[in-house]
């Protein structure tokens, strides 16, 4: 299986506190958020880092544009935002 490496992250640089902390992915909701994203046609494989300053997700996908809207999209659920238009 061939892809590409697709990173999506939020740190300390790029959002504010309060963005951050819905971001963030505690044990349980990072399970969830890794699940839904390689049950996605477009993610081939997929890791998570949260810390206190950064949520990343780095993402092995042959559909770049395709594995971001999903990711985008399962994070904004996950965490009670709109998702972006």
């Given at each position: 299986?061939?892809?590409e490496l697709l990173a999506l992250g939020a740190n300390?640089?790029?959002?504010?506190?309060?963005l951050r902390e819905?971001?963030?992915l505690p044990d349980g909701r990072a399970?969830?958020?890794?699940?839904?994203l390689v049950e996605?046609?477009?993610v081939h494989e997929a890791v998570a880092?949260?810390?206190?300053?950064?949520?990343e997700l780095y993402?092995?996908?042959?559909?770049?544009?395709?594995?971001?809207?999903v990711a985008l999209g399962i994070l904004s659920r996950q965490s009670g935002l709109r998702p972006p238009s």
């Open positions: 299986m061939t892809g300390h640089k790029t959002a504010p506190l309060p819905k971001l963030a399970a969830r958020v890794l699940r839904e996605h046609e477009a880092i949260s810390t206190c300053n950064r949520t993402l092995v996908t042959a559909d770049p544009v395709e594995a971001e809207n």
